[in-house]
């Protein structure tokens, strides 16, 4: 593996740790209750899919429904997510409680503050240099999304 190569898997390993590192420790949006990272991704997904279904939400966050249904009924139960089955029966939507929308606005403020620094950045890039970042971060999914399915 070439040198260059090697620095920029380094520098995204060394990001990724740095992420886990500030989600791992739970942390309250001004409802009082300390919500960990994946909680938080629910919130926002569900925040920004109106009405979205179970499959859906598993679809977009990558994981199985299984592991959506345990993250739901938890956020149910700490009444920010609602459950809805207008349609019929099978096909549960869920929308953001007001309890939820404080923390999903929260997060927003976050991620806002988290990642302020890139704008200018990315208003500076070529054209170009936007898509091979772009095609690198869907190979790097696309990629850990095969190996976690292996698993």
Not at 15 to 36: A, F
Not at 49 to 74: D, F, W, Y
């Amino acid at each position: 593996m070439n040198n260059e190569l090697q620095t920029l898997i380094d520098l995204f390993l060394k990001i990724l740790h740095l992420y886990s590192v500030i989600g791992r420790k739970p942390k309250d949006y001004g409802t009082g209750d300390l919500l960990y990272v994946t909680e938080i991704h629910t919130i926002t997904v569900v925040g920004k899919n109106k009405e979205i279904n179970m499959t859906q939400l598993a679809e977009i966050m990558g994981v199985t429904k299984g592991a959506i249904s345990q993250t739901i009924r938890k956020l149910v139960n700490k009444n920010f997510i609602i459950k809805l089955n207008d349609i019929n029966r099978k096909e549960i939507n869920l929308k953001l409680s007001e309890k939820g929308l404080i923390v999903y606005k929260g997060q927003e403020s976050f991620q806002k503050e988290l990642f302020d620094f890139a704008g200018p950045i990315y208003e500076k890039a070529k054209p170009e240099d936007r898509e091979l970042v772009h095609n690198l971060f869907l190979a790097i999914i696309d990629n850990m999304q095969n190996r976690a399915k292996a698993l």
